[in-house]
C-alpha cells in the first residue's frame, strides 16, 4: 500500500513540476537565444514560485467547496 | 494473487484502493483547475506576490467552474425532460 502511495505522490509531484515547466516557460522566455539570461532566470523562479501558490490556493478553494456541498447534500437529506 | 489473501485483506485493500483512487481523480481535477484557472488570472510577468485581484480571480475561477458544471448539468436535464 505504501508502495502504491508513493507512486501516486510521485506522479502527481511530476504533473506540477511538468505544468510549472511549459506555464514559466511560456511566460519568461519569450524569445530563446543561446543561454537563459539572470533576468530569464529571476522570471522563473518567481513564477515557479507563483505557480505553487496558485496550486495551494486551487486546492484550498477546491477542498472547501466539497466541504461545503457535502454539508448542503446531507442537510437536504 | 488476490485468491491468496483472505477475505478481510481483500476488503481492507478494496477500501485502501477506492480512497486512493478517489484522492487521484481530486488531485487531478486540481492539476487541471490550476492550468486552466492560472491562463484566465495571471496574464501579466509573474512578480514576488500575487496581487489581491489575482488571488480573488483564482478562488473565483475554480467556484465559477464547478457553478458552470452543475449549470450544464441542470441545462441538459431541463432539455430532457421537454
Redesign the interface.
Known sequence: ?AS??NE?ALA?AQ??IN?TND??FL??VTKPSTALSSSEET?LS??F???M???N???R??AT??ARERLEGQAQA | MADRFDEATQKE?QT??ER?QA??R??Q???T???M??DK??TG????R?SRGE?SC??NC??RF?DTSLFMVRKIESERGA
Open positions: 500500500m502504491i502511495r501516486l502527481n504533473e506540477l505544468k506555464k514559466c511566460k519568461c522570471c518567481r513564477c514560485d507563483r505557480y501558490e496558485a496550486f490556493i486551487v486546492s478553494t477546491y467547496r466539497l | 485493500l485502501f484502493l486512493e484522492q487521484a481530486v488531485q481535477s486540481i492539476h483547475f490550476t492550468s484557472c492560472w488570472c495571471i510577468t509573474p512578480s514576488t500575487f488571488e483564482l478562488a475554480v467556484e464547478l
